[in-house]
């Protein structure tokens, strides 16, 4: 009797600690998280959580959203959240924590009230305005300007509540960096931002000389100085960026002719065949030929007599609009994802890294846009004569939230 007393004992104690142990391993983990924050629209939140450790797995699961009702969508993988409201509210989260078999979770919520400004739809500022060298390069330089004074009269143009003139950016690698006075919010799903250009449709059929397509870079303001850094930059992909026919790391070279250098002339209409000489990394040499106005295609307020440019060069299909000529060219506009592009409307989530991964943006803050053609044509040497045009930007969201009319 004594010993199956005794061995009851033990087998009671092993089971209580065998108990034990299994409970410890499967303790929930402890997840620290702010219970509540507040923001304003437009405005990108970042929510920071406790580190669980390198093996935890994160997900954020979005379980009340006031604008549609949709509850229990995943809205992000990571230990933190970067959350960016378009419309005002109360947004409940919860947050779950994996690590090999233990679990946690903690919930949060996000007060959303209306912007304190009104936030302008349209670029309000200009960084940036370097363009190539090309035939309307000078188009709003005056005798002593500056480049801050171009860049003054550039922002003038476009109008900072407006879409206005169409700034051209010269020949291969001419770009402007341009930003907005708020976050252009990442919306999943959705065209976020606009990119205006130059008139690629025409009911009755194709115009002579469409402006080239340029390429898109985006930036977020991650560090939140007002200005954007080199590291912050990633390219939009469109619809030519995976064809054969484009080429990666192009790169040309622009040499201003010196100064008192005679004219080469050959005809009462072209009056200097040797104005600005280019070499390319195809081995190409080619001089852009001045008209008979001697309007100076190298940017005037330059102080280097040589620019190289480099970066992706997408092929475009030009073609005489009449036979024999070499003046007037018809071309093909890329589908999207670029400026003069047959559908403007740029999605934040086509944005990649150098390596080509998806950037994962909450929103954006800056644009750049660069010419991203070369091809010598004829007696317009360049791209087509109007090369890439910029006239400005919208946030497709605000002119959708305030019922806007957007430029065409």
């Not at 619809?239 to 002719?257: C, L, R």
């Not at 970066?311 to 589908?335: C, H, I, M, N």
């Not at 007696?379 to 087509?384: E, N």
Request: with cysteine; hydrophobic share 35%; net charge negative.
């Amino acid at each position: 009797m004594k010993k199956n007393v005794t061995r009851f004992l033990l087998l009671a104690f092993a089971f209580a600690f065998t108990g034990c142990s299994n409970n410890d391993d499967d303790q929930s983990i402890k997840v620290e998280l702010q219970e509540k924050y507040e923001t304003a629209t437009f405005t990108v939140l970042d929510i920071t959580a406790s580190d669980a450790g390198s093996t935890a797995k994160y997900e954020w699961v979005m379980t009340k959203n006031p604008v549609d009702q949709v509850t229990d969508s995943i809205v992000g993988n990571s230990k933190d959240l970067r959350f960016t409201a378009i419309y005002a509210g109360s947004y409940e989260f919860t947050l779950n924590v994996t690590v090999n078999n233990k679990k946690g979770s903690k919930n949060t919520i996000v007060n959303v009230t209306n912007e304190g400004a009104n936030y302008n739809p349209y670029i309000t500022r200009i960084f940036d305005f370097d363009p190539a060298p090309g035939m309307l390069a000078n188009d709003i330089f005056k005798d002593g300007n500056s480049k801050a004074d171009v860049m003054k009269t550039a922002l003038g143009r476009i109008n900072e509540t407006s879409v206005g003139y169409p700034l051209d950016l010269g020949g291969f690698g001419g770009s402007i960096v341009v930003g907005f006075d708020h976050t252009v919010v990442n919306v999943e799903g959705e065209k976020d931002f606009r990119v205006y250009g130059g008139d690629v449709t025409n009911p009755t059929g194709s115009k002579p000389n469409p402006p080239a397509p340029g390429l898109i870079y985006v930036a977020y303001d991650k560090n939140k100085n007002g200005k954007p850094d080199n590291d912050e930059w990633f390219e939009i992909v469109g619809s030519q960026h995976a064809k054969e026919t484009t080429i990666k790391d192009f790169k040309i070279t622009y040499n201003k002719k010196a100064a008192g250098e005679p004219l080469v002339t050959a005809s009462a209409l072209w009056t200097d065949y040797e104005h600005v000489y280019c070499e390319n990394s195809k081995g190409e040499k080619y001089y852009l030929q001045r008209p008979r106005a001697k309007k100076e295609f190298y940017p005037l307020w330059a102080s280097q007599t040589t620019v190289s440019y480099e970066g992706l060069k997408l092929d475009v299909d030009f073609k005489t609009a009449r036979t024999g000529q070499t003046t007037l060219w018809y071309s093909t506009p890329p589908e999207w994802g670029y400026v003069s592009a047959l559908n403007p409307d740029i999605d934040i989530d086509w944005a990649v890294d150098n390596n080509g991964n998806k950037a994962n943006l909450p929103g954006i803050d800056f644009i750049k846009v660069v010419n991203c053609v070369s091809e010598p044509m004829g007696r317009c040497t360049q791209q087509s004569s109007m090369a890439t045009v910029f006239a400005g930007a919208g946030d497709l969201h605000i002119l959708k939230k305030y019922n806007l009319k957007k430029v065409k």
